[in-house]
């Protein structure tokens, strides 16, 4: 079985600051993880993917995660905040051999001027 | 604009009306999803197609049927909807089903669909 926990529905960063939205997977074989957001009225965009390479993954719009084994992580970080990443974003996972990907519930990122 | 366009983007139905919501890539995948998006709920699998062939049905209520004529398009027909079906519903596509690759989906903007 595999799941995804995303830890903080609502996360307001000041802009300039450092965003951290939390992810934690349960997998029971090497997993594929993906981070997604969905701007207003959009859907869902591809921000970064992890695919058993390197473990620190760089994605569009100065995001990054890293992958963590031992922590069953896959947290998004960009060192900067910026007005225009104000969205949700949703972890996903998909186990190595399975088709369907499984999201989580989602953490709606607000920028505060 | 992505390459998955969905239409309506917003659609309001009473409940004993039929409606269809469609789905259509510009980005020669083969593979095609419909994906059901309530507030604070994960997103919801409901459909999966693969070169036209169904290969998931997450226990989908027959009120909602699926219709996928060839790889580029893809159908939601409505019927007889009950209030708690409104959602966003998501079109994605990918390049085919793999199981052992990423995998990676695309998705359209989605229809709101409002049943009252």
């Known amino acids: 079985a595999q799941s995804v926990t995303q830890l903080g529905s609502h996360v307001s960063v000041s802009e300039g600051a450092l965003v951290l939205l939390r992810c934690n997977y349960s997998?029971?074989?090497?997993?594929?993880l993906f981070w997604y957001v969905q701007y207003p009225n959009q859907g869902l965009q591809l921000l970064l993917k992890?695919?058993?390479?390197?473990?620190l993954v760089k994605g569009i719009n100065g995001f990054e995660a890293e992958f963590k084994k031992s922590e069953t992580s896959f947290h998004l970080t960009k060192p900067s905040a910026h007005m225009s990443d104000a969205a949700e974003y949703f972890c996903?996972?998909?186990?190595?051999?399975?088709?369907?990907?499984?999201f989580g519930t989602g953490t709606r990122l607000t920028i505060i001027p | 604009e992505t390459g998955v366009t969905q239409t309506p983007r917003h659609l309001v139905m009473g409940m004993t009306n039929k409606k269809s919501l469609k789905c259509e890539q510009h980005?020669?995948?083969?593979?095609m999803y419909w994906y059901k998006q309530s507030a604070k709920k994960p997103l919801e699998l409901m459909f999966v197609?693969?070169?036209?062939?169904?290969?998931e049905n997450n226990s989908v209520p027959s009120r909602f049927s699926p219709e996928c004529p060839n790889s580029s398009h893809l159908f939601l027909h409505l019927h007889t909807l009950q209030p708690e079906d409104s959602a966003l519903y998501l079109c994605?596509?990918?390049?085919?089903?793999?199981?052992?690759?990423?995998?990676?989906?695309?998705f359209g903007a989605g229809s709101r669909l409002t049943v009252l």
């Open positions: 980005l020669g995948h083969n593979a």
């Open positions: 992890y695919t058993s390479a390197a473990t």
């Open positions: 997998s029971s074989v090497p997993p594929y």
């Open positions: 994605a596509s990918s390049p085919a089903l793999q199981r052992n690759g990423a995998n990676v989906l695309t």
């Open positions: 197609y693969n070169f036209k062939e169904q290969t």
């Open positions: 996903a996972v998909r186990n190595f051999g399975n088709e369907k990907l499984t």
